[in-house]
């Protein structure tokens, strides 16, 4: 039981496990850094996740390691045209994104990718802050 309960854990966002250690009276500073003390992934960076919802513009994604949300834009799911996007991604369902921007003004959310992930110069323009000068250029 104790192992599928360590199994379990690494998917639960900081809150659960804040109000899990709490219950079991397990809260000391240790403890604490370990549950809040989580880096936002950085562009460039691969990330699993499990989609939570699914809106018209995107799928949101609760990622496992850290427990940060993100979300994949309709535009970012496939390089062909997406009209439906419940014909490509359902909620429950694990994906693998690259991070591809850490949004400033939404410190609660990133942008993540399905279709730049395996497009090796597309890693290394996000993981070299390229991509994000790139998008920036072209706004």
């Known amino acids: 039981w104790r192992k599928e309960l360590k199994s379990e854990q690494k998917y639960l966002t ?10 079991r009276d397990e809260l000391d500073e240790t403890s ?9 992934p ?7 996740g499990t989609v939570s919802s699914l809106v018209e513009w995107g799928a ?6 850290s427990g940060w949300q ?9 390089d062909e045209f997406v ?15 690259l991070v591809i921007r850490t949004n400033a003004e939404r410190l609660d959310r990133l942008s993540l990718s399905l ?3 395996h497009s090796p110069a ?15 250029i072209d706004q």
Do not use: C
């Open 83 to 97: 009209d439906n996007i419940e014909d490509w991604i359902q909620p429950g369902e694990e994906v693998e994104a």
């Open 60 to 65: 949101f994604v609760e990622l496992h390691e």
């Open 42 to 48: 950085q562009p460039g960076q691969i990330v699993k």
């Open 32 to 40: 604490l850094q370990e549950i809040f003390n989580v880096q936002m």
């Open 70 to 78: 993100g979300l994949i834009h309709v535009s970012e799911i496939a």
């Open 122 to 136: 597309a890693r290394i323009a996000y993981a070299s802050g390229a991509g994000i000068l790139a998008e920036k």
């Open 115 to 117: 279709r730049r992930l």
């Open 14 to 23: 900081a809150t659960d496990r804040f109000v899990q250690a709490l219950d």
